[in-house]
């Protein structure tokens, strides 16, 4: 059953949400892909509480756990508890430096690092958070599935945009390098990309999407900072062969006041999260 515990939830290994988790030789069951939570508690409990009644068995992370946000070290402590974490830029950008960040994201991943060096916190703590970091991988395989942060050819960095199906060099490069389905981040916006350069919104889909042995791009949509104008948190669940777009709402106005009250997160990060762009 899900729950949150204020403070350091997850650390321990049994606080936090959880799931139920298949024996040998069992179905996978149902997983719920989630990706760039963006620091943002508020959105990334509301999600996990929706996720707690969906039956999931496994929950995936495609990374960017931090930045822009204003609770990147109760976001690890509660991801810790994924079976997949991935490696997101902004994860990266914590670890070294923030490279190719606009001046809004790369103080705020400044603002993170000391959040996750606080001298009231014992260095234990600290150093799980960090060891958890730079241990997440880039990309993961499973059963002819994909999962990256950004893309199939590059997973960490590169975007993969709606627009981009006009783009058919990039395209054809990506979907040569995914055996059968690809889940990604990133971008968030979420959607499906066809190996035809179609792309389809969760609307234009109603929602769902069953998978048919046709190399499929997925983008699972941000929990934290979705851009497709719609400010509800975004994540997908992968029930067998068919994937399913979820919107949660969540307490947007909390999480908005904690960044006006940070001088080092700009207030559009906080705006931006009113009007989902």
Known sequence: MFNIFPGLPGLS????FSFVRTGPGESPGVKAI???IH???EALSAVLEDISKQGVNEIYCLGDVIGYGPNP?????????????????HDQGALFDPDGFNRA????????????????ETRGIQAKRWE???????????????????SARNPLNEYVFPEDIYNQRKMERIFTLVERYCFQGHTHVPGIFTEGLQFHTPDD???????????????VGSVGQPRDLDPRACYVMLDDDTIRFRRVEYDIDT????IYAIPELENFLGDRLREGR
């Open 13 to 16: 290994g049994d606080q936090g």
């Open 34 to 36: 989630i990706s760039d």
């Open 39 to 41: 620091s943002n508690f």
């Open 73 to 89: 070290r109760e976001c690890i402590d509660q991801i810790m508890n994924c079976k997949v974490v991935l490696l997101g830029n």
């Open 105 to 120: 994201a790369e103080m705020a991943i400044m603002w993170t690092r000391q959040q996750l060096e606080l001298p009231s």
């Open 132 to 150: 958890f970091l730079a241990e997440r991988p880039r990309s993961f395989r499973e059963n002819g599935y994909l999962f990256v942060h950004g």
């Open 205 to 219: 889909l109603g929602g769902a999407y069953k998978l048919e042995g046709h190399k499929t791009l997925c983008n």
């Open 255 to 258: 999480t908005v006041k904690k």
